[in-house]
């Protein structure tokens, strides 16, 4: 998926209303994290996040992506 810092994407995570580009970022942070084995912890609180906003929203791609 996504190739971002994860650093820059906390940061960007941070600064961002809760919007579907919010869901997108945090998406991307859960499968950076979890597709490297570590930091299994920061993948889960990434996918709630991504799971709460998108359900608050009823935006179903970002529903999907996160259980991914």
Do not use: C, M
């Amino acid at each position: 998926q996504s190739s971002a810092n994860p650093d820059s994407l906390l940061s960007i995570l941070h600064k961002s209303p809760e919007d579907s580009i919010k869901v997108k970022h945090f998406n991307e942070l859960a499968f950076y994290y979890n597709n490297r084995g570590y930091a299994n912890d920061t993948a889960l609180w990434a996918a709630q996040n991504a799971l709460r906003i998108s359900t608050k929203l009823n935006f179903s791609p970002g529903l999907t992506n996160a259980y991914l």
